[in-house]
Each structure stands twice: as structure tokens, then as C-alpha cells.
């Protein structure tokens, strides 16, 4: 007889498994509430208990940590010595585990946990025999998610029993589950802030923004065909739970296999435009915007984005905060375009790209509310790797609002001009440092980034402007960073700008004033930094 033991936390689908596994001759075996929700279903199941000859104690600390279970779990059905000693000590196999942990993730997830709730969900015994089933592979089944339950009673149904390929998996899958736990309780420890005393158990703790030990885990999607350059080779990971709005959750609906510079360029235009509440395009090459608009409808947002800079914009990735239509495709689908995304695409818009098999499309969720796209996907921390180690900081999610802005000079901006500052401002946020970013009726009209003068910056967003045959009389213009001196404030005007918006903070700062109240240009500080390296 054939044994499966089930010991689950997440009881989703284990009836239904349970049943299969009956049908296919095992005895099942189980713990505690697993066992109870089995026997209540009408399946006969024997208590772990009765099995080990030892009780559950330690209020459920301690009910798998059996000889009988791990011997069972660990035996090698080909080695004869290991059987033996089964046999000598009254030792039945375990030939299918099906256990997922104490919810230790959700648990310190929730506000206030308390030190006491994170401790009592942390799972020994479950680890404990996955573990062991893992390891033995070669005889034993290995369930961690319900998600798995679907393909292993296909599976049971089609052939019978479990082949190795499909048992090697769901160890590997099994080990990679314990090494995610271990890395969300290793963080989440870490991270308690220990003073003169340990934090008292029935209180929730203070806990660090960044833990002594840092765990990251991630899951390959796809190999690259190579890296930035050909002799590179390249892999895309995503997050264990990808939040909804980032670009790991999109979906491809057609085209070339993405490359891992598109997949670069692709999350700088989805963040980019996912910081616009109102109707918005967003035009990027090389990681830095060169065109973006917001307007009535896709088509004007596309139209005005792509008059920023038609050359920059060839083979360039577009993105859109908005559902694309036929009217757009239309015209978007005349340019070259590597890669297209959107929150949705009519059916027409899909028609018009058939006839372009090679425009990748990525359809990636956003809320319905508009509101709620500007935190959509938002990642909490962003990395940074060095020879030896990793930089780690809290992602630049800041958004400025009008309340904000600090007026600085004599001359006040026009309300049209305030809007257009704040527009200015978000598209600076997402440009190369040293970044100056010229603006006029919702549409960036010169952008220059990524130098190391902050003068040459500002007159490349203007030779670029002047390529376009954009002119930059009553633009306003933003700077990432704040003006050391006078001079790049002076070059920016000569250009045309009337109202500035940066960050202040300089030591000069009166000196840049003074001559903005000169030359009679409006000034606001946002008293916020956007270096973008």
C-alpha cells in the first residue's frame, strides 16, 4: 500500500486531490485540521498520530518530527539496506507529501503583527518534510502549491503514477518554496530593531526599512537571445508576486521575442507613463524619454509626444496609460516601432498591427481608476550592483503637487504655466541626470539628458527642439537638479523658457534668483532632487 501524507495550511483543492489519490490505491495520512476537513468530506484518513504512535505536542509544535515520517519520506526504494530497515522498524513509505507552510508571509504583512504572531507562524515541520521529500525525489512526490494539483492528477489520470520528470520539478519547485520562506523570515528578523532590550513579544515591533541581511527573490521568465551587446548573455527574472501594473505581469499579444534592452527601455516608458493621471504617451530610446505628451485622446497624446523628436523616435518603445484604438494604431503603426504598450487595444488596433508581425505588443493591467495607476506596480526599493556588493534604496516614487511649489521670484507663473511645470517636473523624474526638460501645452518640446555639464544638457534639449522645428519661446523648463550657477538658468532663457521649476537648495541659490527676476522669468523651487543615474 502506498502512502500520502497531506498536512496544508492553504486547504484549496485538497479535497479534490485527496480523492484522486484514494482512487489510484494510497492510504491517506494527515495532521490536525487537514485531517478533520478530510474525515468531514467523507474520505478515510488515519491521524499522523496513530501512525508515529506519538501524540501531537507542544500545542502542534512538534507532530511530524517522526522517525516513522522521515524515515518514510527519505528511504531509497533502490537501495535494499534502506528497505530493511523500514522493515525492522515497522516503517511504512511516504510516497506522495502534499504540504504548503504556516502563512508567515501574510502574517507579518498584516499591520500590527505582533513579534509572538510572526514566531508562531513560522512552519518547522513542514520545511522539515519537504526537505526530505525533495531530496528523495526519485520515489517520492513533492506538492507545495495547490496551483500543482491540476497537472499531478492529469497526470495520475493519463498514466497512473508520477514519472521522474515531473517528480524532479516539483522538488525543485519544493526547494525554491523553502528558500523563498526562509528568505521572508530571514528579512523580516532582520529587520526587528532590537535597543537596550529584546521587543516584547505581544507588541508589534519597529522594524528597519532595509533588514541586516537582504534576501531578494526572483523567477526566470525568459532567456534572452543576449544582453545589451551580442557576446552577453542574458536572463528576465520577475518578482515572486509581481504587482499588478508592472511590466513583469504584462502579456504579449504579438511579435519578435523580446530582448533584454527592450525589456530595459520598455520599463522606463511604462513607468514613465504610468505617472500621468490625464491621457498620456510616452516616447523612449536608450532608456530616456524623447517625446511625451498628454492629450484628449491617444492619437493627439501619440501625435504631440512624437513631434518632440521624429528622429529619436525611430525604432524607438512607445507606451500609453490608455486604451489604444484603431485611430492611433493607424498612425503609430506608420513609424518603426520595437516595442507597443498599453493598458488595452481595441480590436481594431490589433487588426492594424497584424500587417506588422514583428511590433512586439505588451497589454500590461492598470487600474480602473485613474487614480490609482500612479501607484500601480510601484516597486518599494530599487538595486544598484557594485563589484562585491549591491546598492539599495527606496524606489524614487515621490509626486509633486501643485501645493507643493514654492514661488521664488517676482514674476508668479500663469496657472497654464503651473500645470505645465508639474508636467515638466514628472518627465525630469525619468530623464538621465544631468536632465533639463522643456515643456509648453502638455508636451515636452527639447529634452536633454545623461550629460555631465548640466549647461550642455540644456542647450542639447535646445539644438534638439530646433531639428524638430519646435520653437521654445514661452516654454517652461525643468532640471532635475538645482542650478549651481546663474549660467544655466541664463542659457535656458536665452532659449526661450519663462518659468523654471527646480529643485533649490544650491548656495547660490539667491544669485539664480536674482537673475531670473532679471531677465523676468517665473521661478518655483519643488525642494526635491530627481538625479537619475
Not at 275 to 296: D, L, M, W
Not at 460 to 488: E, M, Q, Y
Not at 510 to 523: C, K, L, P, T, Y
Amino acid at each position: 500500500m502506498k502512502n500520502a501524507l497531506i498536512s496544508v495550511s492553504d486547504k484549496t483543492g485538497i479535497v479534490e486531490l485527496a480523492q484522486v489519490l484514494l482512487a489510484k490505491g494510497m492510504q491517506l495520512l494527515s495532521t490536525g485540521g487537514t485531517a478533520k476537513l478530510l474525515a468531514e468530506s467523507g474520505l478515510p484518513v488515519t491521524e499522523v498520530a496513530e501512525m508515529t504512535g506519538f501524540p501531537e505536542m507542544l500545542d502542534g509544535r512538534v507532530k511530524t518530527l517522526h522517525p516513522r515520517v522521515h524515515g518514510g519520506l527519505l528511504a531509497r526504494r533502490d537501495v535494499p539496506a534502506h528497505m530493511a530497515a523500514l522493515a525492522e522498524h515497522g516503517i511504512q513509505t511516504i510516497d506522495v507529501l502534499v504540504v504548503n507552510l504556516y502563512p508567515f508571509e501574510s502574517t507579518v504583512a498584516k499591520p500590527g503583527c505582533t513579534l509572538e504572531d510572526a514566531i508562531e507562524n513560522i512552519d518547522i515541520g513542514g520545511p522539515a518534510m519537504v526537505r526530505s521529500a525533495a531530496k528523495n525525489w526519485k520515489d517520492v512526490t513533492v506538492l507545495t502549491d495547490a496551483s500543482q494539483y491540476a497537472d499531478v492528477i492529469g497526470e495520475l489520470n493519463a498514466n497512473g503514477k508520477i514519472g521522474e520528470k515531473t517528480n524532479f520539478k516539483l522538488a525543485v519547485a519544493a526547494f525554491n518554496r523553502i528558500s523563498q520562506y526562509d528568505g521572508a523570515i530571514s528579512d523580516y528578523l532582520s529587520s526587528v530593531q532590537v535597543g537596550a532590550d529584546v521587543p516584547t513579544s505581544a507588541a508589534a515591533p519597529v522594524l528597519s526599512r532595509f533588514p541586516s541581511q537582504f534576501n531578494a527573490q526572483y523567477i526566470k521568465v525568459q532567456d534572452m537571445r543576449y544582453g545589451e551587446n551580442p557576446h552577453q548573455q542574458a536572463s528576465f527574472y520577475r518578482n515572486t508576486c509581481p504587482a499588478v501594473g508592472s511590466l513583469a505581469t504584462g502579456v504579449q499579444l504579438q511579435g519578435k521575442e523580446l530582448s533584454y534592452n527592450n525589456i530595459a527601455d520598455a520599463d522606463a516608458a511604462w513607468e514613465c507613463v504610468k505617472s500621468f493621471e490625464n491621457t498620456a504617451c510616452v516616447i523612449v530610446k536608450h532608456a530616456n524619454p524623447c517625446g511625451v505628451a498628454v492629450g484628449a485622446t491617444a492619437l493627439e497624446a501619440y501625435t504631440k509626444a512624437f513631434q518632440t523628436d521624429p528622429t529619436s523616435a525611430f525604432g524607438g518603445i512607445i507606451a500609453f496609460n490608455c486604451t489604444v484604438d484603431g485611430q492611433a494604431a493607424q498612425i503609430v503603426a506608420k513609424q518603426f516601432v520595437e516595442v507597443l504598450m498599453a493598458p488595452e487595444f481595441t480590436q481594431e488596433a490589433l487588426e492594424v498591427f497584424k500587417a506588422k508581425i514583428n511590433v512586439r505588443l505588451l497589454r500590461i493591467a492598470l487600474p480602473e481608476n485613474r487614480a490609482e495607476i500612479l501607484n500601480a506596480g510601484r516597486n518599494s526599493f530599487e538595486f544598484k550592483r557594485v563589484s562585491g556588493g549591491l546598492l539599495v534604496q527606496e524606489a524614487d516614487n515621490h509626486i509633486l503637487h501643485l501645493a507643493d511649489l514654492k514661488v521664488v521670484t517676482t514674476r508668479q507663473p500663469t496657472p497654464d504655466q503651473l500645470q505645465d511645470l508639474l508636467f515638466a517636473w514628472t518627465v525630469a523624474k525619468y530623464v538621465k541626470s544631468n536632465a533639463i526638460v522643456f515643456c509648453k501645452g502638455g508636451m515636452t518640446m527639447g529634452v536633454g539628458a545623461g550629460q555631465m555639464s548640466r549647461l550642455d544638457s540644456a542647450r542639447i534639449a535646445s539644438i534638439k527642439a530646433g531639428h524638430a522645428n519646435l520653437s521654445l519661446a514661452g516654454t517652461v523648463v525643468a532640471s532635475d537638479a538645482f542650478f549651481p550657477f546663474r549660467d544655466g538658468l541664463d542659457v535656458v532663457v536665452d532659449a526661450g523658457a519663462t518659468s523654471i521649476i527646480q529643485p533649490g537648495g544650491s548656495m547660490r541659490d539667491d544669485e539664480v534668483i536674482s537673475a531670473a527676476n532679471e531677465r523676468g522669468v517665473a521661478m518655483v523651487f519643488s525642494g526635491v532632487r530627481h538625479f537619475r543615474h
